[in-house]
């Protein structure tokens, strides 16, 4: 593990929260070594964004409850387990850890059944991912948002040993967590599930994480198992995973069907219609979080996240001014978030706009809002997402 790898020790994360919150400088506060995103250096201030309400804040983490990120506070690589993002729709079970068994069903050659220790027996794999939820977006300033250390063994593998058979087409995947839904006026129990198809199930970078940044996954985040999904969207990887399904039909659960799924207008052929689609593959998106100065030196920092195709550039406009290249933390890998930074050469003062695009090696631009197809839910917000700030 790199020096920088370490999340900060609590005081240093509490200090600085608490700059931000009486807008005091995080004085004393040392350095810390790594490219980018270092905690606040001596003498350096965040530049307090003036589209942030007062009213914003993160709250503590609450069981059961969503928590966010306050993005500006974003000093490491690796986000420590407990600021990660969290959300849950049905709320968090707690699995025992010695009774928790994994099952393979279904339309298999052998259906299997795993304990934890079986699990951690098999060869393990460990990939650094970031994602976020796909209802992400600039109304919690893209707290929804993370990147971690994962551990754990390859979905492949498991699949392969239990034999898929001709004629699957979908493997779901379930939690233990249930709710009681009301579908056509009846109540039923549904336990939170997604699923995907054999092709995407099959990817050899999918996993089942069992350990988040060196540590037993916490119970928020999917004790003691979670499917793990690069590229996509939170949503996809189910926590507290208790049953891995094949079948021959589409799965059509609320998470699948009705919830995550994006509305929008689209060319179909020629004839423009409404069209739906679960939500999948992470878009390109970039966003700045963060505005840093340090003796009349403005700096401006943001994260990257997409499906993991490689990047061209990542770029910053001032204002009406130029799009000019930030840098891209060097030790991104392909399906972390990928950090950048901008010095921002000669801030003047007054009201600045300051807005980020990136442009992956396809030639897929970031697009503005309103370059965006016109759509009628909220998930999948990936359009620039233009920040203000007062020099
Ligand atoms: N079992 C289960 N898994 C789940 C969910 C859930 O409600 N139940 N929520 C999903 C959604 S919508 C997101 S965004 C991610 C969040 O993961 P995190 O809380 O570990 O950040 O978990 C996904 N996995
Ligand atoms: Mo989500």
Redesign the pocket.
């Known amino acids: 593990m790199n020096q920088d790898d370490k999340p900060e020790d609590s005081s240093r994360r509490e200090l600085i929260k608490g700059a931000l919150g009486t807008g005091a400088l995080a004085a004393g506060a040392a350095s810390v070594p790594g490219f980018i995103f270092p905690a606040l250096a001596q003498g350096e201030r965040l530049v307090p964004f003036t589209d942030v309400p007062d009213t914003f804040n993160v709250r503590p983490v609450r069981p059961n409850s969503t928590h966010w990120l306050d993005t500006r506070e974003i000093t490491t690589y690796f986000t420590d387990n407990e600021d990660f993002y969290l959300?849950q729709h049905y709320g968090q079970p707690e699995i025992d850890n010695d009774s928790y068994r994994l099952r393979v069903t279904g339309m298999v050659d052998k259906e299997l059944d795993f304990s934890l220790q079986d699990l951690k027996d098999r060869d393990n794999i460990e990939q650094q991912v970031g994602f976020e939820?796909?209802?992400n977006s600039p109304r919690l300033f893209q707290g929804?948002i993370g990147n971690a250390r994962w551990r754990g063994v390859s979905l492949k593998d498991i699949l392969e040993e239990a034999g898929i058979q001709d004629g699957a087409k979908e493997i779901v995947f379930f939690g233990t967590d249930t709710q009681v839904e009301t579908i056509r006026e009846r109540e039923v129990e549904k336990a939170f599930a997604r699923s995907l198809s054999i092709d995407d199930a099959m990817r050899p970078e999918n996993m089942l994480a069992f350990e988040m940044n060196g540590e037993p996954l916490p119970h928020y985040h999917g004790k003691p198992v979670r499917a793990l999904i690069p590229g996509w969207?939170?949503?996809a990887n189910v926590k507290w995973l208790t049953q891995i399904h094949v079948q021959d039909t589409r799965y059509m659960g609320r998470f699948m069907g009705r919830d995550?799924v994006t509305l929008k207008k689209e060319n179909i052929g020629g004839v423009e219609r409404w069209v739906e689609n679960s939500v999948t593959t992470m878009n390109l998106k970039s966003s700045i979080v963060r505005v840093t100065e340090l003796g009349g030196q403005y700096k401006i920092q943001g994260f990257v996240l997409n499906d993991g195709t490689p990047l061209e550039s990542i770029e910053v406009k001032v204002d009406d001014g130029p799009w000019e290249r930030a840098q891209i933390n060097p030790r991104s890998t392909k399906y972390s978030w990928k950090l950048f930074s901008y010095d921002w050469n000669n801030a003047t003062p007054g009201q600045h706009t300051i807005v980020s695009r990136v442009t992956d090696i396809e030639g897929n631009v970031q697009a503005t809002q309103e370059e965006l197809p016109e759509k009628a839910s909220n998930w999948e917000n990936y359009g620039q997402f233009p920040r203000t700030v007062t020099i």
Do not use: A, R
């Open positions: 959300v939820c796909g209802g929804l969207y939170g949503v995550y």
